[in-house]
């Protein structure tokens, strides 16, 4: 069975439009339920949080070496 080339480039042309417009139709869904700006407030959340636990365990570590030096007295 050979096949028609035209079929082979409207298939592909059908493929990539399908693609480009679940694209915009994600981007659509994405925009009217805000989770872009979720998913970014998310990350400010992560990366605040990070830094809380690097001083919290800079602290811990500081109140060990005081206590342990009281200790040593």
Do not use: D
Not at 10 to 28: D, G, P
Not at 37 to 45: A, G, L, P, V, W
Not at 47 to 63: D, F, P, S
Request: hydrophobic content about 50%; glycine content about 2%.
């Amino acid at each position: 069975m050979e096949e028609n080339p035209n079929f082979v480039v409207v298939a592909f042309l059908v493929f990539l439009f399908s693609i480009v417009v679940f694209l915009i139709c994600r981007e659509i869904v994405c925009w009217y339920w805000k989770i872009n700006k979720r998913i970014s407030k998310q990350e400010e959340m992560i990366e605040k949080l990070n830094v809380l636990t690097e001083r919290i365990g800079e602290a811990v570590t500081e109140l060990k070496r005081i206590t342990g030096a009281n200790r040593q007295e």
